[in-house]
């Protein structure tokens, strides 16, 4: 049975004092930190990189690293993150297919380049000793997520807002997607990211998501500690739920 991991998302963080900020997070019980790295093409913003990255791993000695990579070409970047000391590889299903169609509410993106295949990036991910995660956008299904996908990552993560910006409203329609996945994929870590905090945590732990991230909710709280608490506390209690009902 998968646990609860809570992954503050560090995009809501004061990039000025990051390792700091960091380290705020771990102590008030994160186990892993959400690193949001964003390229200006797969999404409009941009935000940090491999650089950026390894200033904190070497600040902050055995830190979990989720890295979410919302860029174009994430077969790219695998070995620059390994270095950097990323602990988990999370990319776009979207954008590591060819002639793959990226449908976001802002606008459309196609990249038709030659692209790794998801099996493909799954496996160099895994030859540089990282995790690797899968994510999709709210316009994408998660059947789209192959059992033979499924099963090959490590990690599968479920957008509940658009990729690119902090800050947005949960998307309630892509709870689902969440179940759906759970029922295939009854241990694997399934992750869901964008607005979600105490208000919106239940929907997602009862539908099987076991990993939250949370930014706003947690960095902006005049109590982190509590929130990653009652967050963690609202995974357990579902999952223990689940396992007394026999739900996968």
């Known amino acids: ?37 964003m390229d200006g093409h797969f999404v409009p913003n941009i935000t940090m990189g491999a650089p950026v990255l390894s200033c904190v791993a070497k600040s902050i000695p055995g830190i979990f690293m989720d ?43 196609i990249y038709a380049s030659k692209q790794a295949d998801p099996l493909s990036l799954i496996k160099a991910i895994h030859d540089k000793n990282m ?17 033979e996908i499924g099963a090959a990552a490590d990690m599968l993560l479920v957008m509940t807002v658009y990729p690119g910006r902090g800050g947005q409203k949960f998307l309630e329609r892509c709870v689902p997607k969440v179940s759906e996945l759970r ?32 930014g706003t909710a947690i960095f902006h709280a005049e109590n982190p500690e509590a929130v990653i608490v009652s967050l963690k506390d609202a995974v357990s209690t579902a999952l223990a739920n689940r396992a007394s009902s026999g739900s996968t």
Not at 1 to 19: C, E, K, N, W, Y
Not at 81 to 86: C, F, P, R, S, W
Not at 131 to 147: E, L
Not at 193 to 203: A, I, L, M
């Open 1 to 37: 049975m998968p646990r609860p991991i809570i992954s503050p998302s560090v995009l809501a963080s004061d990039f000025g004092q990051l390792t700091v900020e960091c380290k705020r997070m771990i102590k008030g019980g994160a186990e892993w930190l959400h690193m949001d790295v």
């Open 67 to 109: 890295c979410h990579m919302m860029v174009a070409h994430p077969e790219k970047w695998v070995g620059d993150i390994a270095d950097a000391g990323g602990s988990l590889y999370c990319f776009h299903i979207e954008a590591a297919c060819t002639f793959s169609l990226a449908r976001f509410h802002w606008s459309i993106f």
């Open 131 to 147: 995790k690797a995660g899968v994510a999709i956008s709210p316009d994408t299904p998660s059947t789209v997520i192959t059992d």
């Open 183 to 214: 029922a295939r994929f009854p241990d694997k870590d399934i992750e869901v990211d964008g607005g979600v905090g105490p208000k919106t945590v239940h929907s997602c732990a009862e539908a099987g998501s076991n990993v939250i991230v949370a």
